[in-house]
């Protein structure tokens, strides 16, 4: 959520180097953008509404600066216009900075401002820290000042601040993402590795209420709490710059659906030793929560039903923001698990916080290694899938629920069992996922492109499944879309069927199987137009789409077809699939 970035070294093309980074970060906010550069004298500022990956650094020749800094913006405080836009300045440009994250008492502290003669431009919370640092200036240096200003913030945030006097460029965080890539004689500051990878792998992770500054050749990190300096490992980074860029495709929604050949084989190559942990964990704990949002909080579902069927564990699955309310059952034999793709997501990281409070142990099931989850969690499983840029989530979402099966199998002490199941997967979506299946699932996509309801139901864990189809569907294609657990469905919204109504029936060959049938059954006698995604045809479907029968992962195979499907929609109503409107990539704010 909102993408930062900022260059400070030797090459003269800061500003081109800078927007052309922030592209890479598009994913995180897409609403308006805004780049500032250091002249002799100046700062020099550039915003604009809109996406920016229109803007041509060809065609528009940006200025030489060798210090540049630059944000895309995912909006929470304040409209989509120019003035709201970062990078935020105070009125004579004195002190320049963009923002991640939302500052909760930002309105307090304007009005205080405002008292001291403080004029204010926009409605951002952004725009209130240059002032209340430029107020601190008065009576201490640049990098004091920030740190004062840190302390009377509330809230969640990554900052990357310059000012007209010095030539230091400097960086805080504290919940948001802030990494720091070091290249020969020169500096990154992004919130995310795609945007500077092209220059270096080498990187120095910022964790909460620490500080960077950089100031010539020099880099030094301090700690804001108490003005300690920190010495910092430099990690280097194994991922190439391609995994993070489209390539042959046209989009990264399409790309990362292709991907899971491979990211699925990636998830279940774990080392046992951690599976093993975490399964451990769970035997010991009294009481196991698995927290996530949106389809991380779908996977977490279908996590319940796993652990039930296959090692009848009884887990606890919330909705990271609902979680604060089950801590008084919280003791410190319970377990947590967070799912999340990006480990930055506010409510889950919440969670943690609470949890942490109560002493409980936290695992994470995360695909960004440094983030913060992982960082602060007590057991951490990779899903391997490499950078996720589409902000539908696709190989991260089956990474994960492959994980979880694994973990299922590992606590009944069948972990092999549940490996070769997921290597049988594994060969069996490699043959499913071929240009021949897409054009018939584009065949259904034609069809029901303009439709304006659709429904998807699903039995057992599959339930949670018709629920993530649905965010799929609604996230990208635009189309109303709601899933429904397939006995439900007679128990009201049945009546919303009428002639032609598409309703995705997903099936397993398991136990649910015959009442699934029965529910689409009863939807067709209603008029409904039955699309089956099932292992077998069956009378009933009006459109049936094939997968193959892979037991207790049917999870992640009837989520594949209709990851096509709603990427297909989405392109057929001409919406841009990776950028789908009023979203960003990472919630970082709650
Ligand atoms: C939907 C989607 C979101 C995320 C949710 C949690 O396709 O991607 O619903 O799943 O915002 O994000 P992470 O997994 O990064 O915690």
């Known amino acids: 959520m909102c993408g930062i970035f900022a260059y400070h070294g030797h090459r003269k093309n800061a500003p081109e180097l800078v927007v052309e980074g922030l592209k890479l970060l598009e994913y995180r906010g897409y609403d308006s953008w805004g780049i500032a550069y250091k002249t002799e004298k100046d700062i020099e500022i550039l915003k604009r509404v809109g996406k920016i990956s229109d803007f041509d650094t060809k065609k528009e020749k940006l200025p030489?600066?060798?210090?540049?800094?630059?944000h895309t913006r995912w909006a929470t405080h304040g409209g989509v216009n120019q003035k709201n836009a970062h990078p935020h300045f105070t009125e004579e440009k004195d002190i320049v900075l963009i923002h991640n994250g939302i500052f909760e008492n930002y309105l307090e502290i304007k009005k205080y401002l405002e008292k001291q003669g403080h004029k204010f431009k926009s409605e951002t919370d952004t725009e209130?820290?240059?002032?209340?640092?430029?107020?601190?200036?008065?009576?201490?240096?640049?990098?004091?000042?920030?740190?004062?200003?840190?302390?009377?913030i509330v809230g969640r945030y990554a900052l990357v601040i310059i000012n007209k006097e010095s030539e230091k460029t400097i960086g805080v965080r504290k919940g948001s993402p802030l990494i720091v890539g070091v290249g020969n004689k020169e500096f990154f500051i992004a919130s995310d590795i795609p945007a500077f990878l092209n220059y270096t792998n080498k990187v120095n992770y910022l964790d909460d209420d620490q500080m960077v500054i950089i100031e010539g050749n020099k880099i030094k990190f301090i700690n804001t709490t108490n003005n300690d300096e920190i010495k910092k490992r430099l990690v280097e980074i194994n991922w190439k710059p391609e995994s993070a860029e489209k390539g042959k495709?046209?989009?990264?929604?399409?790309?990362?659906?292709?991907?899971?050949?491979?990211t699925l084989a990636k998830a279940i190559e774990q080392d046992p030793k951690n599976i093993e942990e975490l399964a451990k964990a769970i035997k010991k704990a009294y009481g196991t929560y698995i927290v996530g949002c949106g389809t991380a909080g779908k996977v977490g579902m279908v996590g319940e039903y796993l652990f039930s069927k296959i090692s009848k564990k009884h887990i606890n699955f919330s909705f990271g923001s609902e979680f604060p309310n089950y801590q008084d059952f919280l003791t410190e034999k319970t377990l947590l698990i967070a799912i999340s793709q990006s480990g930055e997501t506010a409510d889950t990281l919440e969670a943690i916080e609470v949890a942490k409070e109560k002493g409980v142990t936290i695992a994470s099931i995360v695909n960004v290694e440094s983030s913060t989850m992982a960082r602060i969690s007590d057991i951490v499983i990779p899903i391997?899938?490499?950078p996720e840029k589409a902000v539908a989530s696709t190989k991260a979402t089956t990474a994960q629920l492959a994980i979880l099966t694994l973990l299922a199998y590992a606590c009944d002490g069948g972990v092999q069992e549940g490996k070769k199941l997921l290597i049988d997967t594994v060969s069996q979506i490699n043959d499913m996922l071929n240009p021949r299946y897409e054009d018939y699932i584009m065949k259904l996509a034609k069809k029901i492109k303009d439709v304006e309801s659709m429904y998807i139901i699903g039995r057992g864990m599959n339930y949670p499944i018709a629920l993530e189809s649905a965010i799929k569907l609604q996230e990208v294609s635009y189309i109303h879309a709601e899933g429904f657990a397939g006995g439900e469905l007679k128990h009201g919204p049945i009546a919303l069927i009428t002639k032609g109504t598409p309703v995705i029936a997903l099936v397993?060959?398991?136990?649910?199987?015959?009442?699934?049938?029965?529910n689409a059954t009863e939807i067709k006698s209603r008029g409904g137009y039955i699309i089956g995604v099932s292992p077998e045809n069956h009378d009933v479907f009006d459109y049936w789409i094939s997968v193959p029968d892979t037991g207790n992962s049917s999870p992640i195979v009837?989520?594949?077809?209709?990851?096509?499907?709603?990427?297909?929609?989405?392109?057929?109503?001409?919406n841009n699939p990776d950028m789908p409107r009023n979203l960003a990539k990472s919630v970082t704010v709650k």
């Open 64 to 70: 030489e600066a060798s210090l540049a800094i630059g």
């Open 128 to 152: 209130v820290i240059a002032h209340l640092v430029e107020e601190h200036m008065k009576t201490h240096t640049f990098e004091d000042a920030i740190k004062l200003a840190t302390k009377e």
């Open 249 to 262: 495709y046209p989009h990264f929604m399409i790309k990362e659906i292709m991907e899971q050949k491979e």
């Open 384 to 386: 391997k899938a490499g």
């Open 508 to 518: 397993a060959n398991d136990d649910t199987k015959s009442d699934i049938i029965s």
């Open 558 to 574: 009837n989520i594949i077809p209709v990851q096509i499907l709603a990427y297909q929609l989405a392109v057929l109503r001409e």
